[in-house]
């Protein structure tokens, strides 16, 4: 690693000895994941990888190892624990697997506003208020940094939506922009400096985010000082002078396509070779700052038994109790029986899709952990209950296992379309789904083929429907077998979940091994190759009989456990949601089974709020968001009483899409304008503003214990520039140890431009044993009471009365205090 102090003797070193061809070279990717090396000058390439929740490895010829990492919760997760210490740990773990999988830079972390309950990637994100995503992406930062690995704050900016996102305009007014969308960005970049910030897709106010001077250059390098490089999101740039000139510095992924113009456009004084230069120095600090141009960059581990704990510890913090009728949790040990109904049960649900998608060593379901835990000591029954999808789009996970029984199948990629040659690579636990750019290494044109073998075995008989969604020619065997062949159109983009897609239907025998291959070959001029495998059980129309099973279940039990939420991959990157409904039957089938047991919880896989008709008829409702690998384990624990949910919604969950802010504007999702007229008025902001009430207030959750707010101290009177010191003494009043979560909100009541009527701007995650009392002192600054001033175009804290608000929840404010601001 390079010393700060003598870095930027080093640039201006390398640089005087460098040529306008290898600068320009600097700007632009070699190929999907690396830099360009200048060879001639010991410039080394640094690798960059997805991420957030973990490193991605799955696509072939990126040069690098490949293969399975922890998988840890997601986005939404790391802020529902609002625990920055752990999150930060979390960090420290990532930067280790990043290094271990040898990588230089994890794009991450994606601190985009929450802003619609419908947003594709919501669950990659931290929340919908901007103090708590700066709060935990400033930790995550300083975890994977301090371990010297780079992240990447993404994605600047107002990229909230995704169908459309490549061309659509977010228009957002000057004040909305700098307190919601900005805010988070502005934290992140002047506390933590990410080597990297990646620009988004989208246009902010008609023109692009890769080439938006505002931004870019005024905001971000000029009034934030940020120091390291602006990243395209791939294939983001549309420009060869105006995204130089404007602030971008590389040009992701490559080889390059605008950039290779750029001498020509220096000779032409369209760009000076000093935009160039600029651009340059800030590539070849990161390269410097990575440590591989001395040799001493981290090795890095993967897998380590202290990753899978840390998983497992966020999984649990982040658990969220929505409700505990009569205290039916934690589970009693006075049970006989339980049954485990739902979907979500067998098959874990432990991330998003996407760019994000990591390949796990291994995952744990619910109703494994319980079988593991309770297995013999209580009676156990489970029913799948229905499907958790309106489409067949995944192949659950644990029907599959690849020739060295290892979770998935083996993939293996051939330069050739009719798999001859050598392999290019060879990838054990692979999923049946595959999204790859081939031009970014090689031509479009070229010839690829991808192969994936394995066994199926599905858990009964009955008969089972095979859908491919691709482009290309696909092949389905089934034990040597040709079921399906298809031919989808060429096409230079596109994801599996919007491909065409072909279907066959063939009885299948429970618990019989079956061997699964699927033969992919794309067209020629195809420039990105696709696939996806789901599978699923078939039903005639009211032929289906796992849901009255599972009401006969239900009924015979003492508890009755229902697993429901999305499929993993349901939420992804590329598009939203439909609606804010559970998918398939499953609201049916909750109300069914709370109708014959009294004692009915609910667990979700959800990365965003989902509708809840039935939330009055059942006892208990349990949000696990997507937990990572540790899914099952940490839910377990939690029902069990192992562990004292301590987590809190960082998004408010509404009862009805139209109660939703964003919804006014009936352009979201999928229009090319997209206006914010909400304005600040996001997420908790407008439904305390207009006095909606939610089905579940932002900063929510429950707790096996109870704690009590007292002595509220704050000054009566502040200076202009002055901190404010304000403490609040907590107490344990229940009967368990249990953590909580001491929100801090701040209302501007004299304010001559319209404000919410609060604001967070503080919390703290306490432990605190049975009895115990703990004062929690909290320091707000200037900017704290602060709104921005369109007018004067700077922030702003007007003189006049302030309150302070101190509470478990957006709406549990147990304490209120004031003060005058001089």
């Known amino acids: 690693m390079a010393n700060e102090h003598d870095l930027e003797s080093r640039v201006d070193g390398l640089l005087a000895q460098m040529t306008l061809p290898e600068k320009i070279a600097l700007l632009s990717g070699q190929d999907r994941w690396n830099t360009v090396p200048i060879e001639r000058l010991g410039i080394p390439s640094i690798t960059m990888t997805d991420g957030p929740h973990g490193v991605r490895a799955s696509d072939p010829e990126v040069g690098r190892r490949m293969g399975p990492s922890t998988c840890f919760p997601t986005g939404i997760s790391m802020a529902a624990a609002w625990n920055v210490d752990l999150v930060e740990q979390v960090g420290q773990a990532l930067g280790d697997e990043t290094h271990g999988m040898g990588c230089d830079i994890l794009l991450g972390p994606c601190v985009n506003i929450i802003r619609h309950p419908l947003g594709g990637r919501n669950f990659e994100s931290y929340s919908e208020d901007p103090y708590l995503a700066g709060r935990t992406a400033v930790a995550y930062i300083k975890g994977i940094q301090s371990r010297g690995a780079g992240t990447s ?15 659509a305009s977010s228009n957002v007014d000057e004040r909305t922009l700098r307190e919601i969308y900005l805010s988070q960005f502005e934290t992140a970049v002047r506390e933590a400096q990410p080597w990297t910030v990646m620009c988004s897709y989208n246009r902010i106010n008609g023109v692009y985010a890769s080439q938006h001077d505002t931004l870019l250059n005024k905001i971000l390098k000029e009034e934030w000082g940020f120091e390291g490089l602006v990243v395209s999101d791939w294939a983001a740039n549309h420009t060869i002078v105006e995204s130089v000139q404007n602030g971008l510095d590389l040009d992701m992924p490559g080889p390059a396509r605008y950039y290779k113009f750029l001498a020509e456009s220096v000779q032409n004084r369209q760009i000076s ?3 160039i230069d600029r651009a340059a120095r800030r590539v ?10 001395d040799g001493t960059a981290p090795r890095g581990s993967v897998n380590t038994p202290e990753h899978q704990a840390l998983a497992r510890r966020l999984a649990e913090e982040a658990i969220t109790l929505l409700k505990n009728s009569g205290e039916v949790l934690p589970l009693d040990a006075k049970i006989k029986s339980i049954a485990v109904i739902g979907p979500n049960a067998a098959e874990a ?26 297995g013999g000591k209580i009676q156990m029954v489970f029913q799948p209950g229905c499907d958790n999808y309106d489409e067949l789009r995944r192949t659950p996970y644990e029907w599959l296992k690849d020739p060295t029984g290892k979770p998935g199948l083996r993939r293996t990629t051939f330069a050739s379309a009719d798999f001859t040659g050598q392999p290019t690579g060879v990838y054990e636990g692979q999923e049946p789904e595959f999204w790859w750019r081939i031009g970014t290494s090689r031509q479009a044109g070229t010839p690829f083929s991808a192969r994936w073998e394995g066994a199926l075995t599905v858990p009964d008989d009955g008969r089972y429907a095979f859908r491919l969604y691709h482009n290309g020619v696909v092949r389905l065997y089934l034990d040597g077998e040709s079921v399906l062949e298809h031919t989808g159109p060429s096409q230079a983009a596109g994801r599996p979940e919007s491909a065409p897609w072909a279907e066959v239907v063939r009885p299948l025998s429970g618990r019989k091994v ?12 195809d420039e990105v190759v696709y696939f996806g495998l789901g599978l699923g059980v078939s039903y005639a129309d009211g032929d289906d009989p ?8 239900a009924r015979h039990a003492d508890v009755a456990l229902v697993f429901a939420g999305f499929p993993e991959g349901y939420e992804t990157e590329g598009t939203d949601r439909p609606h804010m409904h559970l998918t398939g039957r ?6 069914a089974v709370a109708a014959a047991n009294s004692k009915t919880v609910v667990v979700l896989n959800a990365g965003s709020p989902v509708s809840m008709p039935w939330a009055d008829r059942v006892a208990a409702i349990v949000e696990a968001y997507y937990p990572g690998q540790e899914n099952g384990n940490a839910v377990a624990a939690v029902l069990l009483g192992d ?19 964003a919804f006014i504007n009936s352009t979201y999702p999928g229009a090319h304008e997209v206006n914010y007229g909400e304005g600040i008025f996001v997420g908790y902001r407008y439904f305390d503003k207009v006095s909606v009430e939610p089905l579940f207030p932002f900063g929510f959750g429950l707790s096996y214990t109870t704690f009590k707010y007292s002595d509220l101290k704050l000054p009566s009177t502040v200076r202009p520039g002055m901190p404010v010191q304000v403490s609040v003494t907590v107490g344990n009043t229940g009967q368990r140890a249990g953590k909580e979560i001491v929100q801090l909100y701040v209302a501007d009541p004299e304010s001559s431009l319209p404000r919410p009527p609060k604001e967070l701007k503080a919390f703290a995650k306490i432990d605190l044993r049975p009895g115990e009392k703990r004062e929690v002192t909290f320091t707000l600054d200037q900017r704290s009471l602060a709104f921005y001033d369109p007018y004067e175009h700077q922030w702003r804290a007007e003189s006049g009365k302030f309150e302070v608000l101190v509470g478990s929840s957006s709406r549990d404010i147990g304490l209120k205090g004031e003060f005058v601001l001089e």
């Not at 998608?357 to 291994?362: F, L, S």
């Open 643 to 661: 562990v004292n949910p301590s987590g809190k919604l960082p998004v408010t969950f509404p009862k009805r899409l139209e109660d939703s802010p």
């Open 273 to 275: 070779e000093k935009a």
């Open 586 to 591: 499953q609201d049916e089938l909750i109300a």
């Open 153 to 167: 704050l993404k994605h600047y900016a107002a990229n909230n939506h995704e169908i459309e996102r490549n061309r």
């Open 546 to 553: 796992r849901l009255a099973r599972a009401v006969e279940a």
């Open 349 to 374: 649900s432990i991330e998003g899709g996407g760019s994000s998608r990591v390949n796990p060593p291994y995952r744990v379901s619910p109703l494994a952990a319980l079988q593991q835990r309770l």
């Open 284 to 293: 070849l600090r990161i390269v410097i700052r990575s440590g591989r141009m």
């Open 514 to 525: 079956y061997a699964l291959r699927v033969d992919l070959a794309c067209l020629p001029g």
